[in-house]
């Protein structure tokens, strides 16, 4: 009993004192992770959701299919609900996805009739560092919408068809990240008269991050206009991703920047290599340093700069090294300067022989 007010203690294992803390409260595990960003907001919110919502899209009737229908919680589509929304988060913490720009689709499967693709991918106009897994779409191959949010009023992102337009043409991708990265849209920049169609860097060791590339690799990032409404980008992306088979990244004028890569972790960490590539380009061109240029390689052969400093100094007027002169025109020492030479000799070794 309690000796202060005389109430019994609370029971072990209630009351947060007690260590009865919901699951949500550990986002470090796993499960706690899954269960914070799939359905628990970040902001406090009023009696319903929003987004920002335009008429610039065909996507514009899905939002009427959004009314809080049954969610599919099968265990992988609750994970990359989740994920998608967790790194969302991250990016609009980055900078990458201001206001309620950007977004990012993964897919799951095999594509058999047991393991259909399903497609999952951000809403239009929502903000992505509130944004929770339940929000997400999931949609198949074709894309029609197999499970809508869960939020009223979502609608299918602008760029809804630019995901499909790289999974088909690379179907070993399973992720596609778009931002709106400052040095991204920046790098687009680059030429003043904005004519380039392609952003080329070379000798930095993040190319290798991008993938398919190497340090010394020139890399090469095709660059399309923009357009007016987003899903007006899917014919010129389409056209650079046939054209530059080895790139993963298409470059929007203006705009931002697509990324993709065979699963999440490859997407993201190209991403990442891509932007700081951008950033180093843009900075370089501040310098007045051309970052598509191969740089003057300095040579690293120490016998041919002997070679090279012998010659410079043979060239010279007041030549007084022995190993620059003809032995044909070398003097001879007289009789005397022999005799002193040899009585030194003797001097230093009866020397080393007291210490011997």
Request: charged share 25%; hydrophobic share 30%.
């Amino acid at each position: 009993m309690n000796k202060a007010d005389g109430r019994d203690p609370p029971t072990p294992g209630n009351g947060w004192t007690n260590k009865d803390v919901p699951l949500m409260m550990y986002p470090q595990t796993q499960d706690g992770q899954v269960h914070l960003y799939q359905c628990h907001r970040r902001y406090i919110h009023t009696s319903h959701g929003w987004s920002r919502t335009g008429s610039a899209c065909p996507n514009d009737a899905v939002a009427a299919a959004s009314s809080g229908h049954k969610i599919n919680h099968d265990d992988e589509a609750k994970v990359v609900r989740s994920l998608i929304s967790q790194l969302s988060e991250k990016y609009y913490a980055k900078g990458w996805m201001p206001g309620t720009g950007g977004g990012m689709s993964i897919r799951i499967g095999s594509g058999t009739a047991d393991d259909p693709f399903a497609v999952f991918s951000t809403p239009s106009g929502i903000q992505k560092e509130d944004m929770v897994g339940d929000d997400v779409f999931e949609q198949d191959i074709d894309q029609n919408v197999i499970t809508p949010p869960i939020t009223p009023g979502l609608k299918l992102s602008s760029m809804n068809n630019i995901w499909f337009v790289v999974y088909n043409l690379r179907p070993s991708t399973r992720c596609v990240i778009h931002t709106h990265s400052m040095y991204a849209q920046l790098a687009t920049l680059l030429d003043p008269s904005e004519q380039s169609d392609i952003f080329q860097i070379t000798h930095q060791e993040m190319i290798k991050g991008v993938g398919n590339h190497a340090y010394d690799s020139m890399l090469a990032i095709p660059i399309i206009d923009n357009q007016r409404s987003e899903n007006l980008l899917a014919p010129d992306i389409e056209k650079v991703i046939q054209k530059y088979p080895k790139c993963n990244a298409v470059l929007v004028r203006r705009h931002g920047v697509y990324v993709w890569g065979d699963s999440w972790e490859e997407a993201k960490t190209r991403l990442e290599s891509f932007d700081y590539l951008f950033e180093t380009a843009v900075k370089m061109k501040s310098m007045g340093i051309d970052p598509g240029v191969v740089p003057k390689k300095k040579n690293a052969d120490a016998s041919t700069d002997t070679i090279k400093c012998k010659e410079n100094r043979a060239a010279s007027k007041d030549v007084t090294i022995d190993d620059t002169i003809e032995p044909s025109k070398k003097r001879k020492r007289t009789d005397t300067e022999l005799k002193n030479s040899k009585e030194l000799t003797q001097t230093i070794d009866s020397e080393i022989m007291q210490y011997a």
